[in-house]
């Protein structure tokens, strides 16, 4: 049986020390770059006693959720989400590109804030999907440019919990919209997060991908991204959708084009209004996606939140 204990700790050097609160703890095995480090400037042959302090959000780079971490790394390939080390995902992401012929099984998100029990390698977080992905589509760039930011040096909490939102989202996308086909992904230079295409329910999707706990923000873009009276716009607001979708211009000027053209729209002053007559057949629409986790028994989880426009 493991032994988990939460990342943000504090070295004491020397003989442990007891508090009055509270027995003094064991030498734990390091759970982060941190405590590695740490540890190993203490020295083999000195003690140390790492002061627990118990854990909130699995994102953290000084104090993540280790419950949380514990029972993702017992998690199976059968799970949705699981932990596994560097070395397993690398494996894994060998058989993907040679047995499974090109496609993606898992959307794949490296936690440099987790170590594995002897301190050695790092963990990745696993999100099993629910349909294989070829490598080479849009949705499967999408994962890789997920992947790929995780892999950064850099990398910050808030890193960590946009990239978890933005695959939680993509996968809620395809399970409530079967159809569904990806125009814009992570990472793709639009303003927006996602944007998606569905023949069968007529319409295109801006989706917002918020990761565990992350709320809608007011925010201050550009000139046009100012609001009346000054204020900002409030994410996903009729306003702030007008003023992004222009945007695609710059390095999706087809899309934009076929939007203006399905949902009768057009742009004045760089912001998205409707054209006078019939509407379009073709409907532009909201979906902010937000993702969970379940503490009790570590799957990742969703709440949707559907929105229409009129411009």
Known sequence: MRTWHPIETTLVPGPARRSSRQPAAPVLAPRTPQDVLALQRLGGNRLATLAVQRGKQLSSGTNPDLGLAGRLELKTSKDRARLVTRKKWNALSKKMAGKYHGYRKYAAIHH?????????????????????????????????????KSKRLRQTAQHRTELLGE??????????????VMLVGFAAGAGIDQLWFSKAQKAYFVVEAKGPGAKLTHNRFAVRGVGAGGGALL?????????????????????????????????????????????????????????SWNQQDAPVGNSMKKLAYTF
């Open 167 to 180: 695959a939680v989202a993509a996968e809620k996308v395809k399970t409530y919209i079967p159809d569904a």
């Open 112 to 148: 440099r804030n987790l170590m594995n029990d002897l301190g050695k390698d790092e963990l990745v977080l696993l999100l099993r999907l629910r349909n294989k992905v070829a490598l080479a589509d849009p949705l499967g760039r999408h994962y890789a440019a997920i992947e790929n």
């Open 235 to 291: 994410q996903m607001s009729d306003a702030w959708v007008a003023d992004r979708i222009p945007r695609l211009k710059t390095q999706h000027p087809q899309i934009l084009e076929r939007i203006r053209k399905h949902c009768r729209l057009k742009v004045v002053n760089g912001t998205l209004t409707a054209k006078a007559g019939n509407p379009g057949k073709y409907t532009l629409q909201g979906l902010v996606i937000t993702a």
